[in-house]
């Protein structure tokens, strides 16, 4: 039997099913991809994860201590014994002293400086018994001081070294074999250089990975904080919502229907914040809280007060006090068992102020749960502040207050007055 295209099932389109997952998406995933198999070290081929020097990029210099060993061996050296010791004892603290130049703490101890005063005497004592090519431990030994010192007991150590170098070099060879001394000293600054240099970009790298670390939690801050004040709030809605429409069932099918279209209204207003919440541009209205605030405490049984006062405000304050009118909303529908709930918008004098007050148990006097401390966070960074507790007798009170901005009349430009804390009355 043949089978035309019209007898396969057609492929569900899973972008049209799951509307965040697009191009964008894609992108995203594949970005957190190769940076996970990154950190586990797969494809590791920039610069950046070579990683700083070691002790072992110091190794290769020892060969230009080649000359003397090579006279050694072919018995050029009076009392080859001591000569064979010395070099032995010298090639010893040079790999003792690099390598732990690359630790700060180690390179930093009292011992690692008397290792580099035992090296410096051995090259020393070397140079002035044979000369010719054991003057060559000079700049080996200025490699080990620029790996061991930094700031200012750099300068006179390489200045130092070199004077020592050309005297030892002029007595032994004459002064042509002085240019030993011009190699000492670049060894010396060169070294310190390149090492302290690879030390501020690996300070640097740990400084970056730090700031990524914060913006992180930043980041997942935000989203906890949004979610739960987007989630609470309507959950509660939907629940009030939910429980109305049970209770309107039984005699009145018509107004139980429109408490489920407020529902569905509500289910679908919750996804559309949620998705602007996941891509980081929620924003709140505070004319569209306050009206919601207003229909959750009436469905609640609570007789709500709203009162505005003063100019318009601009969209970053209003947003802010949006999010405090959600959540105090919600909290009085929760937790308060109160019969009546007063919200005041006041706007003038350089400041916003926002006053949720009810009378209810007065719950709350012990901390702040994480809505109100998220929110109290939230003013905060903004330059404001948000206090609340219990109302003497009975009921509770959140105060907001941040400042508002206004054209400067001097300049035209847009200054923030100063914010005078508002306590709880």
């Known amino acids: 039997m043949r089978t035309t295209s019209q007898d396969t099932p057609a492929r569900p389109d899973r972008t049209r099913r799951f509307p965040g997952r697009g191009a964008g998406a894609g992108n995203r995933l594949a970005r957190v991809r190769a940076h996970a198999r990154a950190r586990?070290?797969?494809?590791?081929?920039?610069?950046?994860?070579?990683?700083?020097?070691?002790?072992?990029?110091?190794?290769?210099?020892?060969?230009?201590?080649?000359?003397?060993f090579s006279n050694l061996l072919q018995g050029r050296t009076p009392n080859p014994w001591i000569g064979g010791l010395g070099l032995l004892a010298f090639n010893s603290l040079y790999?003792?002293?690099?390598?732990?130049a690359f630790v700060k703490e180690a390179r930093q101890a009292r011992r690692t400086r008397w290792l580099l005063a035992g090296l410096a005497a051995i090259t020393l004592g070397l140079a002035l018994g044979y000369g010719g090519s054991w003057l060559m431990f000079f700049p080996l030994l200025g490699l080990a001081t620029g790996s061991v010192l930094r700031g200012r007991q750099l300068a006179p150590a390489a200045f130092g070294l070199s004077v020592a170098a050309a005297v030892v070099g002029g007595v032994r060879e004459g002064w042509e074999a002085t240019g030993i001394a011009y190699g000492t000293f670049l060894s010396v600054m060169v070294t310190a250089a390149i090492l302290a240099l690879s030390e501020t970009v690996k300070d640097l790298r740990a400084a970056r990975e730090e700031l990524a670390r914060a913006a992180v939690e930043k980041?997942?801050?935000?989203?906890?904080?949004?979610?739960?004040?987007?989630?609470g709030h309507t959950l509660s809605v939907i629940v009030v919502k939910a429980e109305a429409t049970r209770r309107l069932a039984p005699r009145d099918l018509g107004a139980a229907l429109g408490q489920v279209t407020d529902?569905?209204?509500?289910?679908?207003?919750?996804?559309?914040?949620?998705?602007?919440?996941?891509?980081?541009?929620?924003?709140?209205?505070?004319?569209?809280?306050?009206?919601?605030?207003?229909?959750?405490?009436?469905?609640?049984?609570?007789?709500?007060?709203?009162?505005?006062?003063?100019?318009?405000?601009?969209?970053?304050?209003?947003?802010?006090?949006?999010?405090?009118?959600r959540e105090c909303a919600t909290n009085v529908?929760?937790?308060?068992?109160?019969?009546?709930?007063?919200?005041?918008?006041?706007?003038?004098?350089?400041?916003?102020?926002?006053?949720?007050?009810?009378?209810?148990?007065?719950?709350?006097?012990?901390?702040?749960?994480?809505?109100?401390?998220?929110?109290?966070?939230?003013?905060?960074?903004?330059?404001?502040?948000l206090t609340s507790g219990?109302?003497?007798?009975?009921?509770?009170?959140?105060?907001?207050?941040l400042p508002v901005t206004e054209p400067d009349p001097a300049t035209g430009t847009v200054r923030q007055k100063q914010i005078v804390a508002d306590g709880v009355a």
């Not at 790999?95 to 732990?100: I, L």
């Not at 980041?219 to 989630?231: K, M, N, V, W």
């Not at 569905?264 to 919601?292: C, F, H, K, M, N």
């Not at 207003?294 to 802010?320: H, Y």
Request: with cysteine.
């Open 95 to 100: 790999v003792t002293v690099v390598f732990r």
């Open 333 to 385: 529908v929760r937790h308060a068992g109160a019969a009546r709930c007063e919200i005041e918008v006041s706007g003038g004098a350089g400041q916003a102020r926002l006053v949720i007050a009810d009378d209810g148990r007065g719950e709350g006097a012990g901390p702040p749960g994480s809505g109100l401390q998220g929110l109290a966070e939230r003013l905060a960074a903004a330059g404001g502040s």
């Open 219 to 231: 980041e997942r801050l935000r989203f906890s904080r949004d979610l739960h004040d987007l989630l």
């Open 40 to 68: 586990k070290g797969c494809g590791r081929t920039g610069p950046e994860e070579l990683g700083p020097p070691n002790g072992f990029a110091m190794l290769p210099w020892l060969l230009m201590g080649m000359g003397s």
């Open 263 to 325: 529902i569905e209204a509500v289910g679908r207003q919750a996804l559309t914040e949620i998705r602007e919440a996941v891509t980081g541009y929620r924003e709140g209205s505070l004319a569209t809280e306050l009206d919601r605030a207003r229909d959750l405490l009436e469905a609640a049984g609570v007789e709500a007060a709203v009162r505005r006062s003063g100019p318009p405000l601009a969209p970053p304050t209003a947003a802010l006090l949006g999010w405090v009118v």
């Open 390 to 401: 219990p109302v003497a007798g009975s009921g509770f009170r959140v105060t907001a207050v």
